[in-house]
């Protein structure tokens, strides 16, 4: 009768101790659970509704209004057809304004590397080449690259008041910086 019940209270022990090692379960994924994890997630948008969206948050305000072709694109920014797969580039058809829209839609990671250097670059001789009306050298300098999700964009867009013009400089170009804030913020509504 011992030998028996310390049988059974020895198969009681390994039962517990294996019980202890064994890996806990999750539920199995549904179909309905996994289409409403993949439902969140946001897609990309469309260049047009970001172009939209962008040109809708400045109203009035926004002045280009000269579409760039894909070569005038290539010789300005120096992007290659072969890096997007969508590109939108404004300037105003009057120079007096230093206004551009670009918003370009990387074909890949690779290509959007490529893309913002080359707008950087961009930017960088728009600084410090600037043949601009001195008016517009500040705004200018609050010029903006924006990457997001597929795209790079580049922002020197927005207006500011005469009686911020007239402060200092750093002030100036704070408030252009600000404006173009309107640009990424429009953007970044697109993908919540």
Same mark, same amino acid.
């Given at each position: 009768?011992?030998?028996?019940?310390?049988?059974?209270?020895?198969?009681?022990?390994?039962?517990?101790?294996?019980?202890?090692?064994? $890996?806990?379960?999750? /539920?199995? +994924?549904? !179909?309905? %659970?996994?289409?409403?994890?993949?439902? =969140? @997630?946001? &897609?990309?948008?469309?260049?047009?509704?970001?172009?939209?969206?962008?040109?809708?948050?400045?109203?009035?305000?926004?002045?280009?209004?000269?579409?760039?072709?894909?070569?005038?694109?290539?010789?300005?920014?120096?992007?290659?057809?072969?890096?997007?797969?969508?590109?939108?580039?404004?300037?105003?058809?009057?120079? $007096?304004?230093?206004? /551009?829209? +670009?918003? !370009?839609? %990387?074909?890949?990671?690779?290509?959007? =590397? @490529?893309? &913002?250097?080359?707008?950087?670059?961009?930017?960088?001789?728009?600084?410090?080449?600037?043949?601009?009306?001195?008016?517009?050298?500040?705004?200018?300098?609050?010029?903006?690259?924006?990457?997001?999700?597929?795209?790079?964009?580049?922002?020197?867009?927005?207006?500011?008041?005469?009686?911020?013009?007239?402060?200092?400089?750093?002030?100036?170009?704070?408030?252009?910086?600000?404006?173009?804030?309107?640009?990424?913020?429009?953007?970044? &509504?697109?993908?919540?």
């Amino acid at each position: 009768m011992k030998k028996k019940l310390i049988a059974m209270l020895i198969a009681c022990l390994c039962v517990v101790e294996a019980a202890s090692v064994v $890996v806990p379960f999750s /539920e199995p +994924v549904t !179909v309905e %659970a996994a289409t409403k994890k993949t439902s =969140k @997630k946001k &897609k990309t948008p469309n260049l047009n509704k970001v172009y939209n969206a962008v040109k809708d948050a400045y109203g009035k305000d926004y002045i280009p209004n000269s579409k760039l072709s894909k070569d005038e694109v290539n010789a300005r920014y120096g992007l290659k057809k072969e890096w997007y797969s969508g590109v939108v580039a404004e300037l105003p058809m009057i120079s $007096v304004n230093a206004d /551009e829209l +670009v918003i !370009v839609k %990387a074909k890949s990671v690779d290509s959007k =590397k @490529k893309i &913002k250097n080359a707008l950087k670059q961009y930017q960088k001789n728009l600084m410090e080449n600037m043949h601009q009306y001195p008016a517009n050298q500040l705004k200018v300098q609050a010029s903006k690259v924006y990457v997001k999700g597929n795209y790079v964009c580049f922002f020197v867009l927005g207006s500011i008041d005469s009686k911020t013009e007239q402060k200092s400089d750093e002030k100036v170009i704070a408030a252009y910086k600000k404006q173009n804030e309107k640009a990424v913020n429009a953007i970044k &509504k697109l993908y919540k």
